[in-house]
Every structure is written in C-alpha cells, then in structure tokens.
C-alpha cells in the first residue's frame, strides 16, 4: 500500500513539472519575437545615409538620425516623389519606424542658385575694387616720376584705364559699377574718400562719406555720365569740418 502511494506522489510532481514546462514555453517566445535581427543604430545610420548619396538624392540636405531602430529623417527636398523616395531608402532590415519629417521646397534649387549667384557677385565686386586700387597707386607713382620714367609709367596707367574699360563693355550692373569706380579714381575731388557704388538694374546709388558738397555732386555728374547708368541715388554725406 505504502508502495503504491509513493508512485502515485512521483507521478502527480512530474505532472506539475510538465505543465509548467509547457506553460512556460509560449511565454518566452513571447518575449524574443522570431526572426528578428537587432542591428546597432550606428550601422543603420550609416547604411541609410550611404544609400542617400548613390541615389538621386544626393544633392539634397537630408539628416539621418537612428534611436533604437527609429530612424528620424529632417531636411528638405524638391517634391513629395523625392520625400517618398528618402522614406523608402530608409526602410533596411533593423528599422522598426521610419518617421519622415522632411520638407519639401519647390523652390529649393533656386535658392542654390541665387546663393551662389551672390557669392560670384561678391567676387566680382572684390576684383573690382582690386583693379582700381591699382590705378590709383599707378596714377600716384606717375605724378611722382619724372622724364622717360614718367612716361613709361603714364602708358602703363593708361594700359590698366583700358583694363577697366574692357571689364566693362558687358552691360551688366557688375560692369557698371566698375565703370563708376574708375570714373571716380581720376577725379581729384573724390582722393582720399570711400565711396561705396552699388548697381541694380542699372541704377547706381551712392554711399560713403566725401569732404565737400562740391565732391559730392561731381560723383553724381560722373556716375550719371557713365555708359549704361539709367539712374543716380546720391546718398553721400558730406564731412563737417
């Protein structure tokens, strides 16, 4: 009797063990879903931006930002095709959610455009303001020098005159304001002075300070005297004494 009871004891326990075995089971594939692959998020950053830059994307400003296999995208983009299409490239095994927060701009390469317009403009201006630094330092070393001396560096003068000349023969608001400039480095009222010329569709304005009213109006007279001049703001202001 004793006998029987004991193997009924066992068998009951290694009923409890098995169910707990199997009751167990299901709840640890619940915690490690199958089939996934956890991958660092410095490696999918890099991978989605590397798929940017061989794409048709490559031109544009798209930020990448990966936290625990969320992929964060900001930046901007000409249309909703190319958003889409930055989305799509972002969807790589180890990404759980992609939020596309790019925006988009029609105008986006224009804005390039215009930005690297102003840097060619700006470059210009310097050359500008170079070449007729030049002439007067010529201009100066010609009133100094005497005889043959004085001759050879007068052609050169007038070799760097023709320079400037040719720099403007375009009709452009850049070759305007050489002009100006020029026009002003030989006129002895305006020595010594920083006038600042600005042209925008061919009309100039002037601005800076000079040393008498005399030397304001003769920039006017020469600014509008200048080839492809349509208008003058003459905004100088005179020094007081």
Not at 65 to 83: A, F, H, I
Request: aromatic content about 0%.
């Amino acid at each position: 009797m004793a006998l029987l009871k004991g193997v009924l004891a066992t068998g009951f326990v290694s009923l409890v063990l098995v169910a707990g075995v199997a009751d167990a089971t299901p709840m640890a594939r619940q915690a490690a879903p199958s089939g996934t692959v956890r991958v660092d998020d410095g490696t999918l950053q890099s991978q989605i931006a590397s798929s940017m830059k061989k794409s048709s994307l490559a031109a544009r400003d798209i930020d990448v930002d990966v936290k625990q296999g969320v992929v964060t995208l900001t930046g901007k983009v000409r249309n909703e095709t190319e958003k889409a299409h930055a989305g799509q490239l972002s969807k790589v095994s180890g990404v759980t959610t992609v939020n596309n927060r790019i925006e988009v701009d029609p105008k986006i390469d224009q804005s390039k455009i215009d930005a690297a317009g102003d840097k060619t403009k700006t470059g210009a201006t310097k050359a500008v303001d170079a070449t007729v630094k030049a002439a007067k330092k010529t201009e100066t070393a010609v009133q100094k020098g005497v005889g043959k001396a004085e001759q050879g560096v007068g052609k050169a003068a007038d070799k760097t005159s023709e320079a400037v000349g040719k720099v403007g023969d375009k009709a452009s608001d850049t070759s305007v304001t050489t002009r100006v400039k020029a026009g002003f480095s030989s006129e002895k009222l305006l020595q010594d002075t920083a006038i600042d010329v600005d042209t925008t569709n061919s009309v100039v304005t002037l601005r800076g300070t000079v040393a008498s009213n005399a030397a304001k109006t003769r920039a006017g007279e020469i600014a509008r005297g200048t080839d492809g001049v349509t208008r003058v703001v003459n905004q100088l202001v005179v020094r007081e004494p």
